[in-house]
């Protein structure tokens, strides 16, 4: 791959996803493989001014062997190194960036409910911290190849080819493979907040899916609540875009309320386990059932992290006609599969997408309806059939997405 075209990539991360101001902190997390794009784009921070690099590395190998040979009291146990760390990310605010090349099948065998109790109660020593933190600093995260991860989407192919293929597929989907991206990436943020804009201006109560696959799902909206898309801003109103790819208009929905079934489009990648051609249906918004031909024990584990854990945080708007689904890969990856199609996410909603978050206590922000837990997982549900209708505050239907793209 060409060399100044990775440069282009790092730089689209570090200018335009992360927008890093001068003298600030930067904490990037990512996997041991990628220390060459780690060190290039940590090379780019600094030149955007940052005052100082930390790589937080990362191992599903290492990961793997704590899970099989540690104790369980002691997986859970915070050393106070690690619950110092957390304090730095709340005091200094540094900017965070996730370089993500991860194993899809990194911990396949791990007993899923051990992983899902160790994260529970970790949180209960640092989660304070993430919450204090808020949307105080930018965040952003960007993919690079792995071998192991470029194997599971090119099984066909050798190492060599399978990372060259993936890597083309990422700067593809980031926009970035003419080496323009962040010309391209102004140009799509025009666009995006155009969608959301009319979706604003409906003052939607609710969304009803339906699809020849099997998905018939209705969700209730939180009145005021707003759809976001591409770049958002810090409480101090430094722009950035959190995600590269996407291609979504998202919102929150009202906890509470949601009904019928949704069947998945695509596998999903847990915690390093892949949980596949699956459905659950929702009552009285929680999700109260699942079935999954692979990985259901997974699934399970993911809605009984915390009270929260089973209700929907977001719901997604994607077009099946969008980049990414039409590079025809299933990159076994969230951040791409799903900026792909439509999704939902069980567990924590987004407190800043209520108008003036900033005037309310997050204990208030859920008694408006904002769900709340330590997880944020999302799974895909759009298909080429799925149609969408969305229903006014005064009873009024508009159709939002007709035979899996949008319908305005």
Same mark, same amino acid.
Request: hydrophobic content about 40%.
């Given at each position: 791959m060409n060399k100044e075209l990775l440069r282009k990539y790092a730089q689209l991360i570090v200018k335009t996803g992360a927008n890093i101001k001068e003298g600030q902190c930067v904490v990037i997390r990512t996997n041991v493989a990628l220390e060459d794009f780690a060190a290039l784009v940590s090379e780019?921070? $600094?030149?955007?001014?940052a005052k100082r690099v930390f790589v937080h590395w990362q191992s599903a190998k290492m990961d793997k062997v704590? $899970?099989?040979?540690?104790?369980?009291?002691?997986?859970?146990?915070?050393?106070?190194?690690?619950?110092?760390?957390?304090?730095?990310?709340?005091?200094e605010l540094p900017v965070l960036m996730w370089l993500d090349g991860d194993d899809p099948d990194g911990l396949k065998g791990v007993d899923a409910t051990i992983v899902s109790r160790v994260k529970s109660e970790k949180f209960k020593v640092v989660g304070k911290y993430r919450e204090e933190r808020g949307n105080k600093a930018q965040w952003v995260i960007a993919g690079y190849p792995t071998k192991e991860w470029a194997k599971k989407v090119f099984p066909e192919l050798n190492e060599d080819q399978a990372m060259d293929r993936l890597l083309e597929a990422i700067l593809l989907t980031a926009r970035?493979?003419?080496g323009n991206g962040i010309k391209n990436w102004k140009e799509h943020e025009i666009q995006l907040k155009k969608r959301c804009a009319y979706l604003n201006s409906l003052h939607l109560s609710s969304l009803r899916y339906k699809s020849k696959t099997g998905t018939d799902f209705t969700v209730g909206l939180i009145p005021g609540v707003i759809f976001q898309a591409g770049g958002e801003k810090t409480e101090d109103g430094t722009f950035f875009q959190p995600n590269i790819p996407s291609e979504e208009c998202f919102t929150t929905p009202m906890k509470g309320v949601a009904e019928g079934v949704v069947v998945a489009s695509k596998p999903l990648v847990y915690q390093g386990q892949v949980i596949e051609n699956f459905s659950i249906r929702f009552h009285q918004g929680k999700a109260v059932e699942v079935h999954a031909e692979k990985g259901e024990d997974v699934l399970k584990s993911i809605l009984t992290l915390d009270e929260g854990a089973s209700y929907l945080g977001e719901v997604a708007l994607v077009p099946f006609d969008s980049p990414i689904n *039409?590079?025809?890969?299933?990159?076994? *990856?969230?951040? $791409?599969?799903? *900026?792909?199609?439509?999704?939902?996410?069980?567990?924590?909603?987004f407190e800043e997408l209520y108008p003036d978050y900033q005037k309310y206590t997050l204990d208030e922000l859920q008694d408006k309806g904002i769900n709340s837990s330590l997880s944020h997982v999302d799974f895909m549900i759009g298909d080429s059939y799925l149609n969408?209708?969305?229903?006014?505050? *005064?009873?009024?239907e508009v159709q939002i997405f007709k035979d899996g793209n949008w319908a305005f």
């Amino acid at each position: 791959m060409n060399k100044e075209l990775l440069r282009k990539y790092a730089q689209l991360i570090v200018k335009t996803g992360a927008n890093i101001k001068e003298g600030q902190c930067v904490v990037i997390r990512t996997n041991v493989a990628l220390e060459d794009f780690a060190a290039l784009v940590s090379e780019e921070c $600094y030149k955007a001014g940052a005052k100082r690099v930390f790589v937080h590395w990362q191992s599903a190998k290492m990961d793997k062997v704590d $899970y099989n040979y540690a104790q369980l009291d002691n997986l859970c146990w915070v050393p106070s190194f690690e619950e110092e760390c957390h304090k730095f990310m709340r005091d200094e605010l540094p900017v965070l960036m996730w370089l993500d090349g991860d194993d899809p099948d990194g911990l396949k065998g791990v007993d899923a409910t051990i992983v899902s109790r160790v994260k529970s109660e970790k949180f209960k020593v640092v989660g304070k911290y993430r919450e204090e933190r808020g949307n105080k600093a930018q965040w952003v995260i960007a993919g690079y190849p792995t071998k192991e991860w470029a194997k599971k989407v090119f099984p066909e192919l050798n190492e060599d080819q399978a990372m060259d293929r993936l890597l083309e597929a990422i700067l593809l989907t980031a926009r970035a493979a003419d080496g323009n991206g962040i010309k391209n990436w102004k140009e799509h943020e025009i666009q995006l907040k155009k969608r959301c804009a009319y979706l604003n201006s409906l003052h939607l109560s609710s969304l009803r899916y339906k699809s020849k696959t099997g998905t018939d799902f209705t969700v209730g909206l939180i009145p005021g609540v707003i759809f976001q898309a591409g770049g958002e801003k810090t409480e101090d109103g430094t722009f950035f875009q959190p995600n590269i790819p996407s291609e979504e208009c998202f919102t929150t929905p009202m906890k509470g309320v949601a009904e019928g079934v949704v069947v998945a489009s695509k596998p999903l990648v847990y915690q390093g386990q892949v949980i596949e051609n699956f459905s659950i249906r929702f009552h009285q918004g929680k999700a109260v059932e699942v079935h999954a031909e692979k990985g259901e024990d997974v699934l399970k584990s993911i809605l009984t992290l915390d009270e929260g854990a089973s209700y929907l945080g977001e719901v997604a708007l994607v077009p099946f006609d969008s980049p990414i689904n *039409n590079t025809g890969l299933l990159f076994f *990856n969230t951040l $791409y599969d799903e *900026n792909a199609a439509c999704h939902l996410a069980l567990g924590r909603g987004f407190e800043e997408l209520y108008p003036d978050y900033q005037k309310y206590t997050l204990d208030e922000l859920q008694d408006k309806g904002i769900n709340s837990s330590l997880s944020h997982v999302d799974f895909m549900i759009g298909d080429s059939y799925l149609n969408i209708v969305g229903i006014k505050d *005064n009873g009024d239907e508009v159709q939002i997405f007709k035979d899996g793209n949008w319908a305005f």
